[in-house]
């Protein structure tokens, strides 16, 4: 996988913030033309295997319609659930950190949630959202980068995934890339905070990469 200076990423990013208030579509993650202008990245249906010493799980690029196939893959887990709201770029002037959820009981209440805030968890690159389990069999992670990373359940994700036309093939981020935040989401934040009485956690080293 190409390296990447993370340090271009976040000049980038901060550079696309006012050009993102401009635009006339919402698109949450770009990449870079040989112009320098900058165009919603597709990977296409596809997804990935990826095996460590520590786990094994499956890679999904995920350019449209993630909630949809969010709420798929997590048919696939044994609830009760949870979320794990990242906020890596706070927009309101909340505290940037993971926000836990309280639990929920079934896959009817974890969709009002999705579904209520689909656009924004869509069309915003300011934060990763987790789907876990209560008894750690599976979780699923929507990250900024447009992607689905899913552990646990691995046979009935990639059953799911077939039946939903991905195919198998290895992909990346494309450098350079850029995440977008629009001025029209930030109600939204504070929305979605006020959801639950979440429980706040401070960010780790994992929640921000680009590799």
Known sequence: ????????????????????????????????????????????????????????????????????????????????YFILYVLLIPRQGNEKGRYQSEIIEDIIDLGLFLHKFKDFLETDGRHH????????????????????????????????????GFQEQAFSFPVPHAHHYYSENDSYEDELLGYWEWEIFPLTDQDTYEN
Not at 22 to 41: A, G, H
């Open 1 to 80: 996988m190409a390296s990447f200076d993370i340090s271009k990423s976040i000049k980038i990013t901060e550079a696309m913030v006012e050009e993102s208030k401009k635009s006339t579509t919402r698109d949450k993650y770009t990449r870079m033309l040989p112009d320098e202008s900058f165009v919603k990245n597709e990977y296409g249906k596809i997804f990935e295997i990826e095996t460590t010493n520590t786990y094994q799980r499956i890679k999904v690029a995920a350019d449209d319609d993630q909630i949809a196939l969010l709420l798929k893959l997590g048919e696939n887990l044994q609830p009760p």
């Open 129 to 164: 959202i987790w789907i876990g389990t209560v008894d750690n069999s599976g979780l699923l992670i929507y990250d900024q980068h447009n992607v689905i990373y899913s552990y646990g359940q691995l046979n009935n994700q990639l059953a799911t995934l077939r039946k939903e």
